[in-house]
Structure formats: structure tokens, C-alpha cells
């Protein structure tokens, strides 16, 4: 089973704050995918393929990275964009899930 | 319009059994894997498995942390989707979702519960 590793648990940004969250695989996947869920609701796609958004997703928003290391960005942090995020490898069975970053708003 | 509407949740005994549905509209059915995910509160998405298209013959993948006591089927005459659950344990206790092929169409989800 391929290990997602997400860094940080948390955090809190600053509108307008760049930010970073990371996804590491224990063995190299070909994409990594992302999802976004607020509290109550079911996961929304966010990022499909490493770096493709999914459909009405903000430009502030990229993803990159290939092998065991993929990114989520965002450029200019807003508080709309307060979520939890997940990464989610299909490369191997069984799909996993990374254990998630809970992103705040400061 | 994609939708996914899951069914069926509840309190169960552990031991017990559970079956879910969802029901699928707005795309042809058959076209696409189905997945069931599960969430326990508080923590991250758990995949279970999938049932394949019809182009890939309508097998299945699952999860090792819950083959052997779910099932996943589905009725392409219905366009319903099935989850299975026996021998339930209190660590099933959770939110399940179905999900459309590469999960980018997400039903609301439904609340299973494992307790005495």
C-alpha cells in the first residue's frame, strides 16, 4: 500500500499569504490528485493529474510535483479557500488518501 | 446534471449487516467505474473498492482492509450501485460516499453507525 503523507496537519494563513502544501508518497505514483472539503460537505475535486483544476476552481490555485513529492499552491490565500485538503494516489491498489492539512484563515 | 444520492445508513449491531445504494443519474451508467469511499468523522477518506464499467466486464477492486466482508455490485438496469457491509465492527462506524469514476462526481453521503 502506497503511504500519503501530507505536511503540515494544519496551518493558518493570511489573506494574501502564498501557501504550500505537500503530499508525499512511500513509492513513486504517476499523478497526484487533490481534493477540498469543508466542514459538512462531501470532497470536492480540486486538482486532477498533479496540475489540471478541476472545473471552477480559482487560478490562485496550482499543483506540481512527480515521482514521491507533489505540492498544492496556493498564490494569494483567501478565506473562501479555508479547507481541509486531501491527496489521493490511483497509481496502486488500494487508492489512498493522504491524512489531510486543515488550512485556517488568520 | 450528475447525480449521486446514497441510501440505507443507520445503527447496526456489530455483527450485523448493512446494505447501501445510491442511486445514479444524469449519465450513461454503464460507462463508468463506481466507487465507494468512507470517511470516519474527524479523519481522512478511506477508498473501499470499485466496480469496474461495462466496456471492463463489471469486476471489482477492493480495499484488504475490507475484502472479504463488503461487496460492491450494481443493477445497470436501474442505474443503482450496492454496497454490502457484513460482519460489521464498531471502526466501520462512518460516512460512506459513492463516487464516479475517478471521483470527480461525489454523492451527499450516508451515516452508518456500528453499535450496541
Known amino acids: 500500500e502506497i503511504v500519503l503523507t501530507q505536511s503540515p496537519t494544519t496551518m493558518a494563513a493570511s489573506p494574501g499569504e502564498k501557501v504550500t502544501i505537500t503530499c508525499r508518497a512511500s513509492?513513486?505514483?504517476?499523478?497526484m490528485h487533490w481534493f477540498q472539503q469543508k466542514s459538512g460537505t462531501s470532497p470536492k475535486p480540486w486538482i486532477y493529474?498533479?496540475?489540471k483544476l478541476a472545473s471552477g476552481v480559482p487560478d490562485r490555485f496550482s499543483g506540481s510535483g512527480s515521482g514521491t513529492s507533489y505540492s498544492l499552491t496556493i498564490s494569494s490565500m483567501e478565506a473562501e479557500d479555508a479547507a481541509t485538503y486531501y491527496c489521493?494516489?490511483?497509481?496502486?491498489?488500494?487508492?489512498?488518501f493522504g491524512s489531510g492539512t486543515k488550512l485556517e484563515i488568520k | 446534471e450528475v447525480k449521486l444520492l446514497e441510501s440505507g445508513g443507520g445503527l447496526v449491531q456489530p455483527g450485523g449487516s448493512m446494505r447501501l445504494s445510491c442511486a445514479a443519474s444524469?449519465?450513461?451508467?454503464?460507462?463508468?467505474?463506481m466507487n465507494w469511499i468512507r470517511q470516519p468523522a474527524g479523519k481522512a477518506p478511506e477508498w473501499l473498492g470499485f466496480?469496474?464499467?461495462?466496456?471492463?466486464?463489471?469486476?471489482?477492486e477492493y480495499n484488504p482492509s475490507v475484502k472479504g466482508r463488503f461487496t460492491i455490485s450494481r443493477d445497470n438496469t436501474q442505474n443503482m450501485l450496492y454496497l454490502q457491509m457484513n460482519t460489521l465492527r464498531a471502526e466501520d462506524t462512518a460516512t460512506y460516499y459513492c463516487?464516479?469514476?475517478?471521483?470527480?462526481?461525489w454523492g451527499q453521503g450516508v451515516m452508518v453507525t456500528v453499535s450496541s
Open positions: 493529474d498533479t496540475s
Open positions: 466496480i469496474r464499467n461495462k466496456a471492463n466486464g463489471y469486476t471489482t
Open positions: 513509492s513513486s505514483v504517476s499523478y
Open positions: 444524469g449519465f450513461t451508467f454503464t460507462d463508468f467505474y
Open positions: 489521493l494516489q490511483r497509481s496502486s491498489y488500494p487508492l489512498t
Open positions: 463516487a464516479r469514476g475517478g471521483m470527480n462526481y
